[in-house]
């Protein structure tokens, strides 16, 4: 295997929630971290679906050749301004134009004792 073909193109993460408050200096916030070990940048498409609501689609980001990006989820906005709402479950469809890894992570800092969870997204 080379390096051009590790990852995948389509990544599902089925469980995302951009806690709603935060304490102390760091904000909560949910980041998806992307690691493109190929020649080409890659361009991402972001559709966050809801349990009681149309998809939120056409939020946008990128990765260059052979780095990482984190992305944070709460500052993607799609061309009609829309960005995906704090306290709402959600899942996340990665789409990209070449090969990618893809780990999901949310810092939760809504108590003092703040958490850290993170799942590598499923690859389709």
Same mark, same amino acid.
């Given at each position: 295997? /080379?390096?051009?073909?590790?990852? *995948?193109? &389509?990544?599902?993460?089925?469980?995302?929630?951009?806690?709603?408050? !935060? /304490?102390?200096? %760091?904000?909560?916030?949910? !980041?998806?971290?992307?690691? #493109?070990?190929?020649?080409?940048?890659?361009?991402?498409?972001?559709?966050?679906?809801?349990?009681?609501?149309?998809?939120? *689609?056409? %939020?946008?980001?990128?990765?260059?050749?052979?780095? /990482? #990006?984190?992305?944070?989820? #709460?500052?993607?906005? #799609?061309? *009609?301004?829309?960005?995906?709402?704090?306290?709402?479950?959600?899942?996340? %469809?990665?789409?990209?134009?070449?090969?990618?890894?893809?780990?999901? &992570?949310?810092?939760?800092? /809504?108590?003092?004792? %703040?958490?850290?969870? &993170? &799942?590598? *997204?499923?690859?389709?």
């Amino acid at each position: 295997m /080379t390096k051009r073909s590790l990852g *995948a193109k &389509t990544w599902l993460v089925p469980d995302c929630c951009l806690p709603e408050k !935060s /304490t102390g200096e %760091l904000e909560s916030h949910e !980041s998806t971290c992307v690691l #493109n070990v190929g020649g080409r940048a890659a361009a991402l498409k972001f559709t966050a679906y809801f349990e009681d609501r149309e998809p939120i *689609a056409g %939020l946008v980001a990128s990765c260059l050749p052979r780095r /990482t #990006n984190h992305i944070r989820i #709460n500052r993607l906005r #799609n061309a *009609a301004g829309e960005s995906i709402p704090r306290g709402v479950p959600f899942a996340l %469809l990665v789409e990209s134009n070449v090969p990618v890894v893809v780990q999901h &992570t949310r810092l939760d800092s /809504t108590q003092p004792a %703040l958490a850290l969870m &993170t &799942t590598m *997204a499923f690859a389709v």
